[in-house]
Nanobody, 123 residues
Framework: VQLQASGGGLVQAGGSLRLSCAASGLTFNRYGMGWFRQAPGKEREFVAA????????NYADSVKGRFTISRDNAKNTVYLQMNSLKPEDTALYYC?????????????????WGQGTQVTVSS
């Protein structure tokens, strides 16, 4: 299983970025997917998750209303649209594939992780 995250970069506060995570080596449409992030000196934290079909989603309170997770099962890809970015959103963003079909907000249910893509928001 490989998860390739991309789309990170440097953006000014208030700007937008769209992260992508392309999966291979698994039956993508059977599993929930999630995005997590980790800032320097901090623990990895939940950002957003989506169930196998894309119908159900869940967000951390800190990103609710600004970020949108979606998936395209035909392309084996999950996305994270990030709007109204803030400096506190600066982190290394990871996508992860769950071992079940639902969405999950903790790291334990996720069996595979991508390499991370850096998001830096300047003030």
């Amino acid at each position: 299983v490989q998860l390739q995250a991309s789309g990170g970069g440097l953006v000014q506060a208030g700007g937008s970025l769209r992260l992508s995570c392309a999966a291979s080596g698994l039956t993508f449409n059977r599993y929930g997917m999630g995005w997590f992030r980790q800032a320097p000196g901090k623990e990895r934290e939940f950002v957003a998750a989506i169930n196998w079909s894309g119908v159900s989603t869940n967000y951390a309170d800190s990103v609710k209303g600004r970020f949108t997770i979606s998936r395209d099962n035909a392309k084996n890809t999950v996305y994270l649209q990030m709007n109204s970015l803030k400096p506190e959103d600066t982190a290394l963003y990871y996508c992860a594939q769950a071992m079940g079909t639902h969405y999950y907000s903790t790291t334990t249910p996720y069996g595979y992780w991508g390499q991370g893509t850096q998001v830096t928001v300047s003030s």
